[in-house]
């Protein structure tokens, strides 16, 4: 079992960064691939960024490629993910997940684990 919890979300006007941290408890974090999902009002929830065990390798999906960094720190157990360039349509509730796994996935369902959420609002 794997509890997650994300931080740092809140209220940004457009142009601004944010930086959320979803920290893990339980099992050995370095065993699991990790990505950062949002979910706006009236939408399905996507994928935004991924990260493998090690760090070493990551994927973005194209709405927020070079605007977003994904990392993590398996020493604290916990992943990052920079947001610049805040824009209104990066408003949503933003999640992350853990997936036992070498891998970096886009679809929700490869999941095992996922924190309870945290809000971003960009105003125009």
């Known amino acids: 079992q794997v509890q997650l919890i994300e931080s740092g979300g809140g209220l940004v006007q457009a142009g601004g960064s944010l930086r959320l941290s979803c920290a893990a408890s339980g099992r050995t974090f370095s065993r699991y691939a990790m990505g950062w999902f949002r979910q706006a009002p009236g939408k399905e929830r996507e994928f935004v960024a991924g990260i493998t065990r090690s760090g070493g390798s990551t994927d973005y999906a194209d709405s927020v490629k070079g605007r977003f960094t994904i990392s993590r720190d398996n020493a604290k157990a916990t992943v990052y993910l920079q947001m610049n360039s805040l824009r209104p349509e990066d408003t949503a509730v933003y999640y992350c997940?853990?997936?036992?796994?070498?891998?970096?996935?886009?679809?929700?369902?490869?999941?095992?684990?996922w924190g309870q959420g945290t809000q971003v609002t960009v105003s125009s």
């Open positions: 997940a853990a997936r036992s796994g070498q891998s970096i996935l886009i679809l929700a369902k490869f999941y095992d684990y």
